[in-house]
């Protein structure tokens, strides 16, 4: 038996004592009230009763559910959990004031109301469950997907009952991410169970799904980081017929989800790099048939190239000279190093990464040969949209890299990159001081300190 089971059956076995213990103590309560109710002290018998329909209330409708969230009926491939709703606390105060007086005066018709009132908790369940079968659902995604941005999303549900329609339903989408609970969180959960509200949360809300019918409807989603979302399942839950208690079946399921960084105009990056600009433009002052200067004509040069109208002006042959190929080629360097000691490092991180990806958008629709290099993985040199969704998925996914953690995957120096094509521009950014001096024109090194 591993860890991870071992620790699942100390959670399992606790719950189970706690939920023994709690009704356990009620059934002793009672017994005790009962007891002491020949003895006629009625106000000891009075806070017996109420302690005991306390906890055998806190034992059954929440500790319960608690256990049986643990158990998967794999056979049916689905999972049912419940949870109370804030309408029910009131529900149930009012069903132990109606037990507790039923109790005290003996009274036929405040127990027939009494039993009436437990019926209605028990038929929600039922009815609830019921609404929830033979349900599935499936969602669409973009096949490109960037942060920030809006983003349709294709939802369909699915109702398999031949007879009988489904109520009030709400899917969410479950990502696996474990997020960090804080105290008021933990006391919520333990009274109301797991809420919705994680992962994609509340994505949709139907008030009636037919019998025998599937239901689709495109959602406006966004995005607010970049990264890979995993979609472990999806949750569906409803609230019918008399919202009481919410009914969640989780269904299993399995997928990805990449989100680029959003790519921005050059410009918004112009006041922590100054001369970004200027230095690209400079740069790339065209493609092979545009112009890139104008000179005097020097023998060896080919008529074709003089400009006879700058020739008129300067009374000196002027020629146009063209920028080559290899002039249109740039390489974006990003340095993955994390620096403890760089003030928040993992937000100037990700201002980088929209850099480098704002940069590779810019270049390809200039028309520019671009790559990446980064120190896990690198790009050959390419053209076109597909090329650049190949760079911003790189980007989507690269993390900081820590010195400290050892990796087995062999990775390149920023120094190797420098050597690699001195023909190119290379555009690096990094949170290392030590590039800062280099002078060679074609390299342009951005600090990340200046993000």
């Known amino acids: 038996m591993d860890s991870k089971a071992i620790q699942d059956f100390k959670r399992i076995a606790k719950e189970f004592f706690i939920t023994t213990f709690l009704l ?39 500790s319960v559910p608690k256990l049986s969230r643990r158990v998967n009926l794999e056979l049916f491939s689905w999972r049912f959990s419940y949870s109370a709703t804030p309408e029910m606390a009131f529900f ?21 109301v009494f039993s009436v009132l437990i019926a209605v908790i028990i038929a929600s369940g039922i009815i609830s469950e019921g609404s929830l079968r033979k349900l599935d659902v499936s969602l669409r995604f973009p096949e490109h997907i960037f942060a920030n941005q809006e983003t349709l999303l294709e939802l369909s549900l699915i109702n398999r009952k031949k007879l009988l329609p489904s109520f009030s339903l709400t899917v969410g989408v479950n990502t696996g991410e474990e997020e960090k609970k804080n105290l008021f969180v933990k006391v919520q ?38 990264g890979n979302y995993q979609i472990t399942g999806f949750m569906i839950s409803t609230k019918f017929p008399f919202g009481f208690l919410r009914k969640v079946q989780e ?15 050059i410009s918004s990056f112009a006041a922590s790099i100054p001369v970004l600009t200027g230095w690209l433009e400079s740069s790339q002052k065209g493609n092979s048939t545009d112009l890139y200067r104008m000179r005097q004509y020097v023998p060896n040069d080919s008529m074709r190239y003089i400009d006879w109208k700058a020739t008129a002006k300067t009374r000196r042959l002027m020629v146009k000279e063209f920028t080559t190929e290899d002039e249109r080629r740039f390489s974006l360097v990003l340095d993955d190093q994390q620096i403890d000691d760089l003030a928040d490092f993992q937000e100037k991180f990700e201002r980088a990464v929209v850099l480098i990806a704002s940069l590779a958008d810019y270049l390809t629709k200039q028309g520019s040969e671009v790559r990446l290099l980064t120190p896990k993985e690198q790009t050959d040199f390419g053209l076109g949209t597909e090329h650049l969704y190949k760079i911003f998925r790189i980007l989507a996914l690269i993390q900081p890299r820590s010195q400290n953690i050892i990796d087995n995957k062999p990775t390149k120096s920023i120094s190797e990159f420098l050597e690699m094509d001195k023909n190119d521009f290379k555009i690096i950014v990094t949170p290392l001081p030590s590039l800062m001096t280099t002078n060679n024109i074609r390299i342009k090194v951005i600090s990340l300190s200046k993000l």
């Open 24 to 62: 356990g103590s009620a059934l002793v309560l009672a017994v005790v009230s009962n007891s002491l109710l020949q003895t006629g002290d009625y106000q000891l018998v009075v806070g017996t009763t109420i302690l005991s329909l306390v906890l055998a209330g806190i034992g059954g409708l929440y």
């Open 92 to 112: 149930f105060v009012l069903t132990i004031i109606v037990g507790f007086s039923a109790i005290n005066t003996g009274n036929n018709l405040l127990y027939l």
């Open 189 to 226: 959960e333990l009274f109301l169970g797991p809420q919705q509200e994680k992962g994609f949360g509340k994505l949709a809300h139907y008030s009636i799904l037919p019998n025998n019918s599937k239901v689709s409807q495109r959602i406006s989603y966004t995005f607010r980081k970049r």
């Open 251 to 265: 269904k299993e399921a399995a997928g990805e989800v990449i989100v680029y960084p959003e790519p921005q105009p």
